[in-house]
C-alpha cells in the first residue's frame, strides 16, 4: 500500500509545493506575468492524465503503469529543477502533472485489484488521506526551501522520492497483486504484463473536460470579476456538453452507470466533487489570517491546514464502519458537517481578530475537514462497487481522482471570484467565500441522499458484503 500511497501523495505535495517556492523562483528566473501559470497547468495535466489511468493500467498492467508514472513524474520534477527560465517551468510543470494525475487515478483504480473488498473503504481512506498529508508536507517542504533562499533542491527531492517509489513498483506489486486481484480481474493483467485488451482513446471527451479544466483554471488567474464568471460558465457548459456527448458515445471516461436512469453513480460523483471543492477554502485562508488576524505566513499556512487535518484524522475512525445503514448516514453527514463548519467560520471572521477568537478557528475548521473524512472512504466505495464488470471497475475507481482533481480546481476558481466580489474589503472577501462554498458543499448532503436512494442494493448489499471475504 506504500507505493499507490506515496504516488496520490508526490501528486498532492506539489499543489501547495509550487505556491510556497514560487516567489523564490520568480526572483531567479523572472516571468512574474506567468506566475499563476503553474498551478494552472499542473492541475489542467494532472485532470487529464487521471482520466487516463484506467487505460494505461489495461494495455500496460499495474507494473508497467506505475513505473511510467513515477518516470514521468520524476523527469518533470528534475526538468523543474534544472529550468533556466520560466517557459521551461511552465513545461516541467505540466510534465509533472501528467505523472502526478496518472499516479492519482492508479492509487485508486488498484485498490479495486489489490484488495478483497472488505478492506476497499480503508484501502481508499488511506489514498484520500495523502491529499491532506501533501497539504502539510507541501508547505512545510517549500517553505523550509524557500526559507534557505534555495528553491530547485526542493524539487530534486521530489524526484528522488518518485525514484525511490518507482524502485519498490516491480518488487512488491507484481507478487502481491495477482493472488488477490486474479479473483476479479482477467487473466495475468496483474503481473505487470500488458493486457490483450487495448481501448481505444475517448478523445473527445477528453478535449471536452480539458477545455473545461482550462477554462475553470484560468478563471482561478484572473482578475475581472466579469470575466471569472464568464470563464466559469463556459467551464459548465463544457462539463454539460461532455456529459451528452458520453451518454451518446460508446467511447467514455467514466462507466456507462453513470449515465444509466436509476443509477446512483452519477451522485456519488457528485457528492465528491462538491465535498472537493470544500478544499478550495484552504488556498484563500492563509490570505484572511494574516490580513484580519496579523498572523505570520507560516502559521497563517498551517492554521489553514486544519481542514487536512481533520480531513485526514477523521478517516481513521470513518474507515472502520463496515454497516450498510451507518455508511449511507456518514455520507450525508460529510457535506453537512462541511457546509456548516465553513459556514460558522464566515460568521467569526472579523477586522483585526483577537487571538482568542483566532483559537476558535482550528477546532471549526477541523470540524469542517471532519465531514470530507467521514463521507470520502464511504462514497468511494460506492463508486468502485457500482459494477462486477473488472474495466468498468477500473474506470469508475479512476474517476474518483478525475472528480476530485477537477473539483478542486473548479471550487478554486469560484472562490477567487467570490475574492474579487468583496472589493476593497478583506472582510467582505472573506465572508463571500467562506459563505459560498458552504452553500455549495450544503448540496452535497442533497445528492448524497439522491445516492442512497436510487440504489438501495448499492448502499445495503454491497456495504454489507464488504465486511466479509470474496
Known sequence: MIVPAGGVL????????????????????????????NMTIYLVAMVVATMLAGRFLSRWGSVGAYLLGFAVFAAGSLACALSPAMAVLLVSRGVQ??????????????????????????????MSAMYGAGNFAGPALGGLFAQLGSWRPAF??????????????????????????????????????????????????????????GAVSVAGVLAGLLAKAALIGAA???VA?????????????????????????????LTLGLLACGVAAESFLPLFGQRLAGLAPLVAGFFAAAISLGWSLTQIASSSVTGGRAARRLRVLGPVLLA???????????????????????????????????????????????????????????????VTSLSIAFGTAVAGALVNLGGGSMLDSARYVLFGLALLCAFGALTAYAANRADPALAAGRDSRSTSSP
Not at 456538453?241 to 458520453?246: A, Q, S
Not at 456548516?340 to 482568542?356: I, K, S, Y
Not at 466505495?381 to 464488470?389: E, K, L, Y
Request: proline share 8%; aromatic share 8%; glycine share 10%.
Open 340 to 402: 456548516a463548519g465553513l459556514f460558522v467560520q464566515g460568521l467569526l471572521q472579523r477586522q483585526e481578530t483577537p487571538l482568542w477568537l483566532v483559537a476558535v478557528w482550528v477546532p471549526v475548521l477541523f470540524v469542517a475537514g471532519a465531514g470530507i473524512g467521514l463521507a470520502y472512504p464511504h462514497l468511494s466505495v460506492a463508486a468502485m462497487s457500482s459494477t462486477r464488470d473488472p474495466e468498468e471497475g477500473r474506470r469508475a475507481a479512476a474517476g474518483i481522482a478525475t
Open 241 to 269: 456538453g461532455f456529459v451528452i456527448h458520453e451518454r451518446r458515445s460508446e467511447l467514455r471516461v467514466f462507466p456507462r452507470a453513470t449515465y444509466r436512469r436509476g443509477s446512483s453513480l452519477k451522485w456519488v460523483y
Open 97 to 126: 502533472g501528467l505523472g502526478a494525475g496518472l499516479l492519482s487515478g492508479l492509487g485508486f483504480a488498484v485498490i479495486r485489484s489489490a484488495l478483497p473488498p472488505r478492506l476497499w473503504t480503508r484501502g481508499t481512506a488511506l
Open 10 to 37: 508526490v501528486g498532492a505535495i506539489n499543489i501547495y509545493l509550487a505556491a510556497s517556492l514560487l516567489p523564490t523562483a520568480v526572483a531567479d528566473l523572472g516571468g512574474a506575468g506567468f506566475y499563476a501559470w
Open 156 to 213: 530534486a527531492v521530489m524526484a528522488a522520492f518518485a525514484a525511490v517509489c518507482g524502485a519498490f513498483v516491480p518488487r512488491v506489486l507484481a507478487p502481491v497483486l495477482p493472488p488477490v486481484a486474479a479473483r476479479v480481474l482477467p487473466r495475468d493483467r496483474t503481473r505487470g504484463e500488458r493486457g490483450g485488451l487495448r481501448p481505444p482513446v475517448p478523445v473527445v471527451s477528453l478535449l471536452l473536460v480539458t477545455a473545461a479544466a
Open 236 to 238: 459548465l457548459l463544457l
